[in-house]
């Protein structure tokens, strides 16, 4: 299984972007589909989640009100829309998938651990 990502670039506090997750073997059921970030000497941290079997998707306080994912599974495609962006929303975003249940955003800590393919990562940068 692979996963590339796209989408980052700079872009002023404020304004949005749009990652996307290509996913070269994409099955329903028990399929959980994260996206992650990890800014420079910080921690890895969990932004959101997305069951395929329940289709429910998970994101995580910080980004609430600002990030959505959505899937198309036509094109084996998870997306990270990022609207009102901040300079601290800077980092490494990658996603990540594995059979799981996300369970909800105070799981959040746990998706990394159970996520078994993981993609390269797209560079997101805001300017203030």
């Known amino acids: 299984v692979q996963l590339v990502e796209s989408g980052g670039g700079l872009v002023q506090a404020g304004g949005s972007l749009r990652l996307s997750c290509v996913i070269s073997?994409?099955?329903?059921?028990?399929?959980?589909v994260s996206w992650f970030r990890q800014a420079p000497g910080k921690e890895r941290e969990g932004v959101s989640c997305?069951?395929?079997?329940?289709?429910?998707?998970y994101v995580v306080d910080a980004v609430k009100g600002r990030f959505t994912s959505s899937t198309d599974d036509a094109k084996n495609t998870v997306y990270l829309q990022m609207n009102d962006l901040k300079p601290e929303d800077t980092a490494t975003y990658y996603c990540?998938?594995?059979?799981?249940?996300?369970?909800?955003?105070?799981?959040?800590?746990?998706?990394?651990?159970?996520?078994?393919?993981w993609g390269k990562g797209t560079q997101v940068t805001v300017s203030s």
């Open positions: 990540a998938d594995g059979f799981y249940e996300c369970m909800g955003s105070f799981m959040s800590s746990s998706w990394a651990a159970k996520s078994t393919y």
């Open positions: 073997e994409f099955t329903f059921a028990d399929y959980a």
């Open positions: 997305s069951s395929t079997g329940d289709r429910e998707t």
